[in-house]
């Protein structure tokens, strides 16, 4: 396995590790047991990784952030709208 396989192997699965909150999030609308601030700066952190990944030319960094800055996205925004 080559090293640029193993990134895009990780990428693939850092940027899916959302995907079943997301889908739990917006089929119940249930956010009481998420932390607001956790959110913020989850999206926070990924949003500085899309900056550096950008900056550096790091794909694996920028394809995972690219699934991951969506996700946290929709889950920040219920847990503002449905505390």
Do not use: D
């Amino acid at each position: 396995m080559s090293i640029a396989l193993l990134g895009y192997t990780a990428a693939a699965f850092s940027g899916i590790v959302f995907l079943p909150q997301v889908i739990q999030t917006v089929k119940t609308k249930n956010t009481s047991s998420l932390s607001l601030t956790s959110f913020l700066l989850l999206n926070i952190t990924n949003i500085m990784w899309m900056t550096y990944g950008l900056f550096q030319g790091e794909m694996a960094i920028i394809a995972s952030q690219s699934l991951l800055i969506p996700m946290g996205i929709i889950i920040l925004l219920y847990k503002i709208k449905y505390k």
